[in-house]
């Protein structure tokens, strides 16, 4: 099978790449990848923490800062933590988790 990624298009993993044949046929042929979940995106899908960058010519990955004003030790979980956006540690871009 030619098609199938050398790495993960989503978490860069090179040990994570699985290819299942689930009825042996060549339709029945599933790539994805045991780190992340992709290509399903109600297991990975989306930006998560470790992710590249979405910004093609950056090299940075996503990552959750330290949020201000986190309350947690009164209520957890509080809401600076909860909107606490991933942010590349590189270029600074901040995007929602799953977006």
Known sequence: MSDVPEVCPQCQSRQG???VNTNGTQEGVDVYCEDCGWPDEDFGGGHQEGCPCPIEECAGHLEY???????CHISPPCSACVENP?????????VKPDS
Do not use: H, R, S
Not at 65 to 71: F, I, S
Not at 86 to 94: A, F, M, Q
């Open 65 to 71: 800062q330290t949020p201000e004003n986190c309350a």
């Open 17 to 19: 790449i699985k290819v």
């Open 86 to 94: 991933l942010t590349c540690d590189v270029c600074g871009l901040e």
